[in-house]
């Protein structure tokens, strides 16, 4: 998958200047809806941070959701091998259809809390590229592989003692910790979580 870092190079005139445009949700990785994007389409999605759409209907630009407050929150543009084809993977703030469907198919948008930690992955790999002030996965990021280490360590343990004291509610609470925690040492690493996912597989078979 290729993301999109120049617009020139996307082919308008197939389709007397539009193209498709796959909406996927960013976490559940549902097929959300397809809709159709001029030039300026694209230009005012990457601008607002919010999917918008050229409406044949209506025969303007149209922001998804702009009149239900259901908007679609860009997280990625992908372009396919023709250059005539984007992929959008956006957080739904709400239905997406019209009809109050979560999808355009009629299909349910739940999807299996596992993605989740692909999701999460995402998002701090995003922090590690973008080092935002005030972030608490920024300062980890900062203070190196050290002081990461010892949150992992210290998280284990705080596990540990949860499940020791057969306390349920202390016991997940500290075991998301240490998941945590353990995906930012990986990126600090230069690993994903899928990585790990990947050596599990090869230990099964």
Request: charged share 30%; aromatic share 8%; hydrophobic share 35%.
């Amino acid at each position: 998958m290729r993301q999109l870092t120049d617009i020139s190079t996307i082919d308008f005139n197939k389709m007397d200047g539009l193209i498709p445009a796959i909406i996927q949700d960013a976490e559940t990785q549902n097929v959300l809806m397809l809709g159709f994007m001029n030039e300026d389409a694209l230009a005012k999605t990457q601008e607002i941070g919010k999917v918008t759409f050229f409406s044949r209907t209506k025969n303007r630009l149209w922001t998804k959701g702009e009149e239900s407050g259901n908007f679609l929150d860009v997280v990625s543009i992908a372009i396919d091998c023709d250059n005539d084809t984007l992929l959008i993977k956006a957080n739904p703030v709400g239905p997406v259809c019209h009809k109050g469907d979560d999808t355009c198919f009629e299909e349910s948008n739940a999807g299996n809390d596992i993605q989740f930690l692909s999701y999460l992955q995402d998002f701090i790999d995003k922090r590690k590229a973008e080092m935002p002030e005030g972030s608490y996965t920024t300062s980890l990021f900062q203070r190196g592989t050290r002081k990461i280490t010892q949150k992992v360590g210290e998280e284990a343990v705080e596990t540990i003692i949860g499940a020791m004291a057969n306390d349920d509610e202390n016991f997940m609470y500290e075991a998301g910790d240490l998941l945590y925690h353990l995906v930012v040492l990986l990126t600090h690493k230069g690993y994903r979580i899928e990585d790990v996912v990947r050596e599990l597989k090869k230990r099964h078979k």
